[in-house]
């Protein structure tokens, strides 16, 4: 039976470049797998004819000769049924599906264990690891700013080896498993799969007279105490990020970050929403109903004068602009809205409660509000009614 145009085979057009042959191989070879298609008994063939065209046509040399002489160019005189001309692809044609998968492999896993597949070394020193410390401010506090000290408990680098792990300073060895890869491969039937080398455990380096105090990781537990600036305006939510804070690296690599996360604790006098700040501010029935001036309190810990209007309801807010929180990335300061809370006297004396009836008597026409609600509450009885 005659061969497939290899291009036909990766679904790929004449003339495909390098990188839409890779693509084409790596679309067929998962369509294809045969562990993919247990009900297909071609799979495993139509998987290494797809393994033979990429193998051809990933290697310039061997595209040219295939685009000029086509399947006669590994044939006969011309290669010997191999590869290349020349030379033999072996396995009956079917090519080195081991080189030709792990190009792909590598493509796809490349940056596993940090570098391209193919290079030259794998991770000589592992970054530290991110730190989240959770700090609680005051209101005030986040109005003003502030400096804090903190301390963390983390990992920092071990001062008898300066990082390297081993004993005295000196400088770890090539692994010998890996070469200095970190990783290892091996060959599974028609696969090659690579995993973390054993010896290194992907570090790429191995450290013969490991430091007594650090047991070769380079670094040891330590609480640290750090000042931290927390500008004005922050919120619950905000996050400060100290570059290099974090945990250091293993073997003198990086040290993380350390990220704190700012909670701003409830206040017993505001709330706040974004920039503004609510006041909730009680006031006595008859200062609602003339009146007048009282006084509040600010964040700032000065006082501001409000004038209330006559006859103000509960629920009625007044601003008080530029006494909010200020900005912590542009804008303007925020207000402070102060809401009445109209208070019902309690505990009243019985003169009291005598200049009350006499001036419910007497406040029938005054009270708007609720002549309208009982006007209204009275046609809804009629209708019912009817």
């Not at 896993?109 to 530290?128: E, I, L, T």
């Not at 964040?299 to 929180?325: A, E, F, H």
Request: glycine share 16%; proline share 5%.
């Amino acid at each position: 039976m005659a061969k497939r145009d290899y291009y036909e085979v990766l679904g790929v057009a004449k003339g495909a470049s390098a990188d839409e042959i890779k693509k084409g191989f790596r679309t067929k070879a998962k369509e294809l797998h045969p562990d993919r298609n247990a009900d297909n008994p071609n799979a495993e063939a139509q998987f290494k004819e797809a393994n033979e065209a990429y193998d051809v046509l990933k290697a310039p040399d061997k595209k040219a000769a295939y685009d000029r002489y086509g399947h006669a160019a590994f044939e006969g005189g011309m290669g010997g049924g191999g590869g290349r001309p020349g030379g033999g692809m072996g396995g009956g044609g079917h090519g080195d599906f081991g080189s030709a998968f792990s190009d792909v492999f590598d493509d796809l896993f490349g940056d596993f264990m940090g570098q391209r597949g193919g290079g030259g070394g794998g991770r000589r020193a592992a970054r530290g690891a991110d730190l989240r410390f959770n700090l609680s401010i005051t209101l005030e506090d986040a109005f003003a700013g502030m400096q804090k000290s903190i301390s963390v408990p983390t990992s920092v680098q071990c001062d008898d080896c300066s990082g390297s792990g081993a004993e005295g300073g000196a400088e770890p060895t090539t692994c010998p498993t890996c070469s200095g890869m970190g990783k290892v491969r091996a060959q599974q039937g028609f696969f090659t799969v690579e995993r973390t080398c054993p010896t290194c455990s992907g570090m790429g380096q191995i450290v013969k007279n490991p430091c007594k105090t650090c047991r070769g990781a380079g670094r040891t537990k330590k609480e640290r105490t750090l000042s931290v600036n927390i500008p004005a305006g922050v919120e619950t939510g905000t996050r400060i990020r100290l570059s290099g804070e974090g945990e250091a690296g293993m073997r003198g690599g990086p040290a993380g970050d350390l990220y704190i996360f700012i909670e701003v604790a409830e206040h017993e006098l505001f709330d706040r929403d974004g920039p503004n700040l609510f006041c909730r501010v009680p006031v006595s029935m008859s200062t609602a109903a003339l009146g007048g001036n009282i006084e509040v309190p600010t964040i700032d810990g000065g006082r501001g004068r409000v004038q209330i209007p006559s006859g103000s309801q509960s629920g009625r807010q007044m601003r008080l602009r530029g006494k909010g929180m200020p900005p912590l990335r542009g804008g303007g300061v925020g207000d402070m809205i102060i809401e009445l809370a109209v208070e019902t006297p309690v505990n009243l004396t019985s003169r009291q409660k005598e200049l009350l009836k006499e001036f419910e008597d007497l406040s029938s026409e005054n009270n708007p509000e609720s002549s309208s609600f009982f006007s209204n509450v009275k046609s809804f009885w009629d209708s019912m009614k009817g």
